[in-house]
């Protein structure tokens, strides 16, 4: 047993600092403070170190044109958590990460290897991929579920902001208005950020273009669906407090319906863990029995 406690040691460092390492670089990093005009005084040291191996490297993901655009579309819905890392930087970044991380886990076992007698040219080859491609894996589905979470607290979001909208316009203010409004009242969560930019580029261009733009950075369909209607009721003369009032209903009735989706899901999702636990306790009330009878015989 004593031949393996080096290796099994071995594997878990490398694992654990491969794993923080994958960890630390794929944190989030928010682009914008509190205050609606201020922008990140420094960016996070991971969005640092990805924006400056993806440029140096950026040459190594030329081969993988539609990855590198899924992966700029994922980072997109995601927030841009890297800044204006790309999906062509990321996944630059990601190989060439993975090929030291896995060059380190190789190590680890080489120079286990060596103190056994093994070959250990074999051994850190073997080691080297595994552990490249652990972490390469790792760091490319990332962002598909940086994107998803993102995704889901702007569509948790939205109705707050549809309300506190109703609210500004009802008082006399404008819905470019309340984008600020909302802003400084939810400040640093995924829709507050959001809307800053949109808010931004509202200043630069107008308000109805802003939220086309802000539609091609979300990725929640019900979101989508009431950032179009509103850029269209901007083209239009009604009454806005009415306008945002329907929408906001009508975004609230979404919600109920994907809440009783979810909750059906969870249910279906219980029986078969309930299931497996019920037979283990089963079975280990059983057991002793179950060794009694074939003790005597009987099968």
């Known amino acids: 047993m ?8 071995f594997a878990l460092c490398a694992m654990c600092l491969g794993l923080f390492v994958a960890d630390f670089l794929t944190s989030s990093n928010d682009r914008f403070q509190s205050q609606l005009d201020a922008e990140a005084a420094s960016r996070d040291t991971s969005a640092r170190v990805i924006r400056a191996v993806g ?27 890297y800044g204006g890392v790309n999906g062509q930087q990321y996944l630059a970044a990601a190989i060439i990460l993975s090929v030291l991380i896995g060059g380190g886990v190789g190590v680890f076992f080489a120079i286990n290897a ?4 093994q070959p250990m040219l074999v051994t850190l080859m073997r080691w080297w ?28 979001e939205f109705p707050f902001f549809l309300d506190l909208a109703v609210l500004v316009v009802q008082a006399g203010g404008t819905p470019r208005k309340a984008l600020t409004k909302y802003v400084e009242a939810a400040p640093g969560t995924p829709l507050s950020r959001e809307i800053a930019i949109t ?11 802003a939220l086309y733009r802000m539609i091609d950075r979300v990725q929640a369909t019900s979101v989508k669906s009431i950032l179009k209607n509103l850029a269209q009721g901007e083209r239009s003369s009604g009454e806005a407090e009415a306008f945002y009032t329907d929408q906001a209903e009508e975004l609230r009735y979404l919600r109920e319906e994907m809440a009783s989706r979810a909750a059906e899901r969870l249910r279906t999702n219980i029986v078969m863990p309930v299931f497996l636990m019920l037979m283990a306790i089963i079975i280990a009330a059983l057991a002793p029995t179950i060794v009694s009878i074939r003790s005597q015989g009987f099968f």
């Open 2 to 9: 004593e031949i393996y406690l080096v290796p099994v040691a």
């Open 55 to 81: 440029t140096a490297f950026a040459r190594v993901a030329g081969p993988f044109p539609s990855l590198t655009e899924k992966l700029d579309r994922q980072l997109t819905f995601a927030g841009r958590p």
């Open 114 to 117: 060596l103190i056994n007698g």
């Open 129 to 156: 991929v595994f552990g490249a491609g652990f972490i390469l894996i790792f760091l490319v589905m990332d962002p598909g579920s940086a994107a998803k979470r993102n995704s889901a607290e702007i569509e948790r």
């Open 199 to 209: 808010s931004k580029d509202a200043d630069a261009t107008s308000f109805e273009d």
